[in-house]
C-alpha cells in the first residue's frame, strides 16, 4: 500500500509557471504508473497527464506542450510542471497510482487525497 501527496499549488498568472509534487510514501514509486488528474470548480475530475513506469509520458490534450510530467526515484516524487498556464487550468489537482495500459490510465487505483490547488488568476 502507498500514500500520496500532492504539493506545490498556488496562485499564479496567466502565462505564469508552477511545479507540482506527488510524494509517496509507504512504497516506492519508481515501479508504478503515476497520473495527475485536475478537478475544476462543478466539474468531475479529469486525467492530465501519465508517467509510466518506464518513463512513458502521456498528455491530455490541452495541456500537451505546455505541461510535463516527470519523476525523481531519489525522493520518491512525481513532478507535473505547469507552463504557459492558462485560466482553464484552474482547479486542484491530484495524483494516484494508475494501469500501465492506455485504456486503464484515466483510472485512480489508491485513495484520493486531498489535492493541491491551483488558481490561474491576473
Known amino acids: 500500500q502507498v500514500q500520496l501527496a500532492e504539493s506545490g499549488g498556488g496562485l499564479v498568472q496567466p502565462g505564469g509557471s508552477l511545479r507540482l509534487s506527488c510524494t509517496g510514501s509507504g512504497r516506492t514509486l519508481s515501479a508504478y504508473n503515476i497520473g495527475w488528474f485536475r478537478q475544476a470548480p462543478g466539474k468531475e475530475r479529469e486525467f492530465v497527464a501519465r508517467?509510466?513506469?518506464?518513463?512513458?509520458?502521456i498528455y491530455e490534450d490541452s495541456v500537451r506542450g505546455r505541461f510535463t510530467i516527470s519523476r525523481d526515484d531519489a525522493k520518491n516524487t512525481v513532478y507535473l510542471q505547469l507552463n504557459n498556464v492558462k485560466y482553464e487550468d484552474t482547479g486542484v489537482y491530484y495524483c494516484n497510482r494508475v494501469g500501465g495500459r492506455i485504456e486503464t490510465m484515466t483510472t485512480g487505483l489508491e485513495a484520493w487525497g486531498q489535492g493541491t490547488l491551483v488558481t490561474v488568476s491576473s
Open positions: 508517467i509510466r513506469y518506464d518513463n512513458v509520458p
